[in-house]
C-alpha cells in the first residue's frame, strides 16, 4: 500500500470485507464467508482518503458465493452519511478473477460507505424497539438471549382475538427485513393512525423486528453465531444451534398463530413478492385461498408489488418444514407466508437513484399492513351458505 493509497475498514457493527490489495484508489476486495458456515454475500466496509478521487474497487470470487445471479444487474449501496442510501455505478464480469463486481464511484468527501444493501445497526434495532415499547398499549418482552449474550425482542400489542405474527430477518444480511419492520412498528404504535387502531382492535401483534441480532451484528449473510440457517430449524430447533427459533416457536405455541409474515429479502429476483406454503401435508384449498386473497390485495393497493415473479410452489406434499413459512402453517393452520424484497430493484416501479431502499421498505410495511386490516375484514364476515 502506497503513501497515498485509500484505506479500507470493516471493524464495525454488521461490518465484511476482506482486502486482498491496495493501490492508489484501487482496490481488489473479497467477501468472507458467515462463521462456521459457507454462506457468504453480505458486504459493509468503508473507504477513506478518498476525496477527489475516482474509486474502482474490485470484488472478486463472485462466482464462488451464495448466489451468483445475485450480481448481474446489481449495484452497490453507497452513503457518505450513513443516512441517505444511494447507488453507485457497478458492472459484473462473470469471467474476471471467478467472477467480477467493479464499483467505481467518486465521492464528494474524504470517506465513503459501501454495503450489499444499507445497513440496520444493533443501535437502531435498540432504538427501534425502546420507542415502539414506550408507546401506550405496547408491552416489550425478551423470548431469549442468543449465544453471543444479545437479546431476542418482542413486541406485544392489540387486543383482538386473532393472533398475527410478524418477525424478520432470520437471514441477517438481509438488513431490508428490518427497515421493513421499522415502518410497519411506525404505523402499529402510532396512536392515532386509523388503520393501525383497527388493527389492534381487530388482532393482537406479536412481533420480532430481528430473529437474528448475532448474525446481523457480525455482517453474517445468513446464519447465527453457530453458523445456523435459522428458516431450516423449525421443525427441530435445539438450545445449541437455533435458540432463536426454539424461543420464537415456543412463544408461538403459547398463543397460537392465525395469521404469520415471515419478512426476507432475495438476492436474484429484481422485484417484492411473496412465497406460500403449498406442498404442505394438511393443505387444503381454502387456507391457500387465504393466502392467495392476501397477496391479492397487496397487488391491487400497492405498485412496489407484484404477482408475476416470484419462487415456483412447491409440489404437493414436498413442503420443507424446517422452514417457517411451511411449519407455521402446518402446525397452526395459519395463513402464512414469507415476503422477499429485492437487493436490486422492484423493477416494475424502479427508482435509478436508490433501486429498492429503505424509504420503500418502510412504505411497503404499511401497505402490508393496510391489506391485513382488508384481509381481516372479509374474514370476518359470517359464512353466507352456513
Ligand atoms: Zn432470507
Known sequence: ??????????????????????????????????????FRQWFHFRVANCAGRELELKIVDCEGMSYPAGWPGYRACVSEDRAYWGRADTDYDSQAEGGTLTIRHAPAGDQVWFAYFAPYSHERHLDLVSEAAASEGVSHR????????RALDCLDMGEGDTQVWLY??????ESMAEWWMEGALEMLCHPTDPVAR????????????????????????R????????????????????????????????TGVDFAMDVHGDEAIPANFLAGFEGI????????????????????????????????????????????????????????????????????????????????????????LGALLEWLDRQALPDPTG
Open 281 to 368: 401435508p394438511s393443505w387444503t384449498d381454502e387456507l391457500g385461498e387465504q393466502f392467495t386473497r392476501y397477496r391479492a390485495i397487496l397487488d391491487r393497493r400497492t405498485p412496489d408489488f407484484q404477482t408475476a415473479r416470484g419462487y415456483p410452489p412447491t409440489r404437493p406434499g414436498k413442503a420443507n418444514l424446517a422452514m417457517s413459512t411451511n411449519q407455521l402453517a402446518e402446525r397452526f393452520g395459519a395463513c402464512s407466508m414469507t415476503l422477499e424484497m429485492p437487493f436490486k430493484d422492484h423493477d416494475p416501479m424502479p427508482d435509478p437513484e436508490q433501486g429498492w431502499s429503505p424509504e420503500r421498505c418502510k412504505l411497503l410495511a404499511r401497505d402490508c
Open 142 to 149: 425478551i423470548l431469549c438471549q442468543t449465544l453471543d449474550g
Open 223 to 254: 446464519t447465527n453465531a453457530a453458523g445456523t440457517n435459522l428458516n431450516r430449524e423449525w421443525a427441530d430447533p435445539t438450545v445449541e444451534k437455533s435458540p432463536e427459533v426454539l424461543a420464537i416457536r415456543n412463544a408461538m405455541d403459547a
Open 168 to 173: 424478520a430477518r432470520q437471514h441477517p444480511g
Open 1 to 38: 500500500m502506497s503513501e497515498n493509497s485509500i484505506i479500507i475498514d470493516s471493524g464495525f457493527d454488521s461490518g465484511n470485507i476482506q482486502v486482498s490489495a491496495i493501490e492508489g484508489a484501487s482496490a481488489t476486495l473479497r467477501i468472507p464467508p458467515d462463521y462456521q458456515s459457507e
Open 198 to 221: 383497527k388493527l389492534r382492535q381487530l388482532a393482537s401483534f406479536h412481533i420480532v423486528p430481528n430473529c437474528n441480532p448475532d448474525g446481523s451484528f457480525r455482517g453474517h449473510l
